[in-house]
Structures are given as structure tokens and as C-alpha cells.
């Protein structure tokens, strides 16, 4: 193996691994070396990737000191976010975030899906942020990059314990997930929502289950999504659904129904994004296609660049989420006649929507037996 690289040959092998979205694990940008499979003219190619074992999870300590991220991008309409884990197991095939795994010496292939950093410390640093003097308190996203959801949720619990921090310091936030997992907090989330703290947005990407195995392998299936969206929304938790990402030919047909089945579970909010494809992400897309559905891949890129003036993305802010071109301009209209039939608010566009929740209420909680020695004075 060349020197710099770190990725096991096998793992570059094309082709799908039980369990995982991608079927590739590219080099990782930074690095001067780069390890490529190749057959040797054995024909032992299929033999060789059928035989490749089921790719392990494997959990690793994020030494981040802060849990805040900020941004300045217009198209989010959120300037601060939280974002327990770093890597996803969902495994979502076009998921935009997978680039950032990059820095982290790590490929986006299936190394974002199986080498996941995690915050240990997230809910201290937290509050040490949220406690700063000075500090002005605007919506939170909650899951702006990876899951905060994801399966080892489940266990960690790293982001039940944000909610219980921003609960406490009367903190807003809007929560982004496509687990299920989410109605766990539904105590927490429905406190808040009573105080206008709390919003919920549940992605749908598509209604076929088949489908959804293959795009997004390790995440909840659609139908217990919906059934999220339906008990967040009896406890009276704003819900939103997003139709994230439309991919031409592959799930855009489902863009109306998708909106439908969420309304009437009670979704009051919507919203869609397009494809996007930056950095890697379009070489891992494309080798999925091929993978999948190798008889749709020309057309589907096709679209794709269709509505990327001729690129595979186009990075520009307003460009990004909903593209340009005749396609893209007839999905956002069939958006806009869908969300006016079912009463949906629109405004839910991308990863925005965070405004209308309240900041007038944020208090600084006393600490541990601190009022107790106040008293004393």
C-alpha cells in the first residue's frame, strides 16, 4: 500500500456491502497518495466482493471544545447549529455532509458511514457556550450536518442530553432527523413546543421501502417516519416534512405523495431540496447508480447536470438547494401547487424554517446549590 494511505484495498472494491449506502470509499483530497483497486485478470473480481465481509461501526471520541457551529450562508436561514455526531450511519448515499469527513482524515465513501466521531462532552460544552456573558440566543438546528438520530443515539444519548440543556436554559431549537428515534424525547420536545421553544422536520426522501433500503440503508423506514410525524404532531410538536433530496428519475415522481402522506399525519409545515452532488459525493453517487440501477445512470446525470448548468452541482447560494433550468423550475412549481392544495406552509425551504420560535424567554439557570449560597448573602 502506497505510503499516506490509510484505506484497506478491499474496502475501494466497487459494489454494495450489506448494511452500507456507498459502494465505494474514494481517496480522501488532502492526501498526496491514493490506493486503487483494480483486477488483477484472474477473474476473481465478483468472487472477491461477494466474499467481503459486512463493514463494521466503529466509535471514536470527537476532542472538539465547543458544540456550537456557526454560519453565515443566506440559503440556511439559521446561523448556529449542534451536531452531536460527525459521520452517519444511515448511511444515506447522497447525503451532502459526507465531503466534511474528508478533514477529518477519513474517506466520505464508507468510511463517513462506518467512522463516526462522537462529542462525549457535548452537553457541558453546551451550556459553557449558552452561559457565556453576552450571549444572544437564536434558534439552534439541531441536525443541520449529520443525524442526531442516528442508531448509536440510542445508546450515547448525546443529544438527549442538548435537549435537556437547552429545556433548562429556555434555549430554541429546531430539530432535523429522518429516525424515528426522535419520539424518545417527545417529553422534552413537547415541554418545549409548549413554550414555543421547539420545532420537529422529519425527511422523507421516498415512500417505496425497497427503494429507501438501498438509498439511505441504515435509517428508519418510511412508513415509521410517518408515524414519528403523527405522534410528534398529536403531542403538539410543530412537524414539518421534508422531501429531501428529489433526485431526478430515481424518486421525484413521489414528490406530491410524499407531501400528502405527511399532512395527513399531521404535518403543518413543508419543504423540498434538490440533489446535490459536491466535492466526492458525485463520484460515490454515480457508482451507486451504476451499482443499482445501471440502465437509469445516463439519464439520471443527465437531469442532474440538467439543472447544474451542465456541472454535476453548482455551489452558488440561492443555486444550491433548488437549482436552475426547466427541470428545476417545474419541480418548484409542482411544490408550490402541492403545499397550496393540502394547506402546508411553504416556508420550509432547505434547512430553514427555524424562524417564528421564541428567544424572549432564555434564561441563565442557576447552577447546582448556587441559589442556596446566594441565599446566604
Known amino acids: 500500500m502506497p505510503e499516506g494511505s490509510i484505506h484497506d484495498a478491499s474496502a475501494l472494491l466497487h459494489g454494495a456491502r450489506r448494511g452500507r449506502g456507498a459502494t465505494t470509499n474514494p481517496a480522501i483530497r488532502f492526501d498526496r497518495h491514493s490506493t486503487v483497486a483494480f483486477d488483477d485478470g484472474w477473474d476473481s473480481w465478483e468472487e472477491e ?60 465513501g464508507l468510511d463517513f458511514e462506518t467512522k463516526l466521531l462522537f462529542k462525549p462532552q457535548i452537553a457541558e460544552l453546551l451550556e459553557a457556550q449558552l452561559r457565556k456573558p453576552g450571549y444572544q440566543p437564536a434558534t439552534i438546528a439541531l441536525g443541520s450536518n ?12 448525546l443529544t438527549r442530553a442538548v435537549l435537556e440543556v437547552l429545556d433548562r436554559f429556555n434555549h430554541p431549537v429546531a430539530v432535523v432527523t429522518k429516525s424515528a428515534n426522535v419520539v424518545r424525547d417527545i417529553d422534552i420536545l413537547g415541554r418545549m413546543a409548549e413554550r414555543g421553544l421547539a420545532r420537529v422536520c422529519l425527511s422523507v426522501t421516498t415512500l417505496d421501502r425497497g427503494l429507501a433500503r438501498i438509498l439511505e440503508p441504515r435509517a428508519a423506514t418510511p412508513e415509521r417516519r410517518l408515524d414519528a410525524v403523527e405522534k410528534l404532531a398529536a403531542a403538539g410538536i410543530p ?49 451507486w447508480l451504476h451499482t443499482h440501477m445501471p440502465e437509469r445512470a445516463a439519464k439520471v446525470m443527465a ?30 412549481r409542482r411544490f408550490s401547487v402541492a403545499v397550496k392544495r393540502l394547506g402546508l406552509d411553504p416556508t420550509m425551504q432547505g434547512h430553514t424554517g427555524v424562524t417564528g420560535l421564541r428567544t424572549d424567554l432564555f434564561s441563565v439557570p442557576h447552577r447546582p446549590g448556587e441559589a442556596t449560597q446566594l441565599a446566604l448573602f
Not at 312 to 331: C, K
Open 49 to 108: 466482493q461477494a466474499d467481503l465481509p459486512p463493514l463494521a461501526t466503529t466509535l471514536i471520541k470527537d476532542s472538539s471544545r465547543t458544540a456550537l457551529a456557526r454560519n453565515n450562508s443566506p440559503d440556511l436561514g439559521f446561523d448556529r447549529s449542534i451536531n452531536p455526531y460527525r459521520g452517519c450511519e444511515h448511511g444515506c448515499v447522497y447525503c451532502f455532509a459526507r465531503p466534511t469527513h474528508a478533514y477529518l482524515g477519513f474517506s466520505p
Open 146 to 157: 449529520t443525524d442526531p438520530y442516528q442508531p448509536v443515539e440510542r445508546t450515547l444519548k
Open 239 to 287: 412537524v414539518a416534512v421534508l422531501a429531501a433530496p428529489m433526485i431526478p428519475a430515481v424518486n421525484d415522481m413521489e414528490l406530491e405523495r410524499i407531501l400528502e402522506r405527511g399532512a395527513s399525519h399531521g404535518a403543518t409545515r413543508a419543504g423540498y431540496v434538490l440533489l446535490r452532488l459536491p466535492l466526492e459525493i458525485g463520484e460515490i453517487f454515480e457508482a
Open 303 to 332: 437531469l442532474v447536470r440538467q439543472t447544474r448548468g451542465g456541472q454535476t452541482y453548482d455551489s452558488r447560494f440561492g443555486q444550491r438547494q433548488t437549482g436552475s433550468g426547466p427541470y428545476a423550475e417545474m419541480l418548484a
